[in-house]
């Protein structure tokens, strides 16, 4: 059974940093590109970085380029987004999910809530 | 980025009968090796997203025949046939044409 396990969020003030975590299981993560979609709250999805399988080639929205950094750990089957200088519009609750590249986003975390604010 | 627009924002069913959403893209999604990439996704009250249709029409694992994809390279639908319970929930569509992929606004089920 395919699982996908978010932790790492929480409560930070605007500016400072966070790191989520994706442990996976129940299939080769290494098969797998691999992305981060969030949703503020009551809103809609907004996808947010990617990750090729081998973890080569990265892609990111426009809005937290150069703030975030996905990345990935194969041998641990681990995705992790590193989030810096946050924001009060980066509260939302982020997903980690499988992008099976035929079937993309074919498999969800629970999603974990990051709040910003002061 | 690739607008989808969704419609309509909320649908009331009663259990048994059809439902249908449309969903609208600002660009083309039939990319040249002729698949169109629209997804559709349901998330249930207090859930994640799960995913429904991929590729236009074609069915996700352990979903619900049920549930159909169509279209044509901007304009496609979501139908329902004979709505159940379990099928309350937020339905979105999706491009993964290109980066960045986008989502509508999402339609909400809901039951008479």
């Known amino acids: 059974e395919v699982q996908l396990v978010e932790s790492g969020g929480g409560l930070v003030q605007p500016g400072r940093s966070l790191k989520l975590s994706c442990a996976a299981s129940g299939f080769t993560f290494s098969n797998y590109y691999m992305a981060w979609v969030r949703q503020a709250p009551t809103k809609g999805l907004e996808w947010v970085a990617s990750?090729?399988?081998?973890?080569?080639?990265?892609y990111y929205r426009d809005s937290v380029k150069g703030r975030f950094t996905i990345s990935r750990d194969n041998a641990k089957s681990t995705l992790y987004l590193q989030m810096d200088s946050l924001r009060s519009e980066d509260t939302a609750t982020y997903y980690c999910?499988?992008?099976?590249?035929?079937?993309?986003?074919?498999?969800w975390g629970q999603g974990v809530m990051v709040t910003v604010s002061s | 980025d690739i607008v989808m627009t969704q419609a309509p924002l909320s649908v009331s069913v009663t259990p048994g009968e059809s439902a249908s959403i449309s969903c609208r893209s600002s660009k083309s999604l039939l990319h040249s090796n002729g698949i169109t990439y629209v997804y559709w996704y349901l998330q249930k009250p207090g859930k994640s997203p799960q995913l429904l249709i991929y590729r236009m029409s074609n069915l996700a694992s352990g979903v619900p025949d049920r549930f159909s994809g169509s279209g044509s390279e901007t304009d496609f639908t979501l139908k329902i046939s004979r709505v159940e319970a379990e099928d309350v929930g937020i339905y979105y569509c999706?491009?993964?044409?290109?980066?960045?992929?986008?989502f509508g606004g999402g339609t909400k089920l809901e039951l008479k």
């Open positions: 999706g491009q993964l044409l290109e980066n960045p992929p986008t």
């Open positions: 990750i090729t399988n081998s973890g080569g080639s990265t």
């Open positions: 999910t499988r992008d099976g590249r035929i079937a993309h986003f074919d498999y």
